[in-house]
């Protein structure tokens, strides 16, 4: 079966601590993407690459890392500079098809809080 | 102000009824729309794209005006399992597909 697949599902992180959460697709999609939800909220994009080896910052991408080492892969590093991490992470990917994005499809996501 | 604004919810409804969501965004180089449908503490699932003649999927339609900047949702015969929260999403394709997300509106379907 074709998917996004995020783990773990749940991420507890302490004072000082980075924390890296994974994300793997099996779909063959060049693009992949990290959002943030708080509750009652709108996602917001913290990183997007486009292709293997690239990757740009999105709108929150402060106290954050992304790889992009693989088409397959693209774990994304809480650093500790990050000082409100607790919020559900989402991943996503997506193709280009005759020059239009389309829709992207999430994985399942992390909850992260801290300890 | 926010680029992509939805009507603010909650929404109640009985089982059977009509009900339509709207949403505004800022920004005319949005190329692509969709609606998306998130469950409690789950992730956003594609309900459907939004073409500019309109589109319908079921009891679903969606339609697109591009020059007033609008997009909208109808849900028809509304069913107990379409309770969630629908977030109107807009891909900014001069900023690498980026995805701009409404804030959601919830809607909660009543026996």
């Known amino acids: 079966d074709g998917g996004i697949t995020q783990s773990p599902k749940y991420l507890f992180r302490k004072e000082g601590q980075n924390v890296t959460l994974s994300c793997e697709q099996n779909?063959?999609?060049?693009?992949m993407y990290w959002y943030r939800q708080d509750p009652g909220q709108g996602l917001r994009l913290i990183y997007y690459?486009?292709?293997?080896?690239?990757?740009q910052k999105g709108d929150i991408a402060e106290g954050y890392s992304v790889s992009r080492e693989k088409k397959e892969s693209f774990p994304l590093t809480v650093t500790s500079a990050q000082k409100n991490p607790t919020a559900f992470y989402l991943c996503a990917s997506n193709t280009r098809t005759n020059n239009i994005n389309q829709p992207q499809h999430f994985g399942d996501g992390t909850r992260l809080s801290i300890l | 102000r926010k680029e992509v604004e939805q009507d603010p919810g909650p929404f109640n409804v009985p089982e059977g009824a009509t009900v339509a969501f709207n949403c505004t965004y800022s920004?005319?180089?949005?190329?692509?729309f969709f609606w998306y449908r998130q469950d409690c503490r789950k992730e956003p699932k594609l309900l459907m794209s939004?073409?500019?003649s309109g589109n319908e999927d079921g009891r679903f339609t969606a339609q697109l005006n591009r020059a007033s900047q609008y997009i909208s949702l109808l849900i028809r015969d509304s069913k107990l399992s379409d309770s969630a929260t629908y977030l109107c999403v807009v891909n900014r394709a001069d900023q690498g597909g980026k995805l701009i997300f409404g804030q959601g509106t919830e809607l909660s379907v009543k026996p």
């Open positions: 779909l063959n999609h060049d693009a």
């Open positions: 939004v073409y500019s």
């Open positions: 920004n005319s180089a949005s190329q692509s």
């Open positions: 690459s486009q292709i293997v080896n690239d990757f």
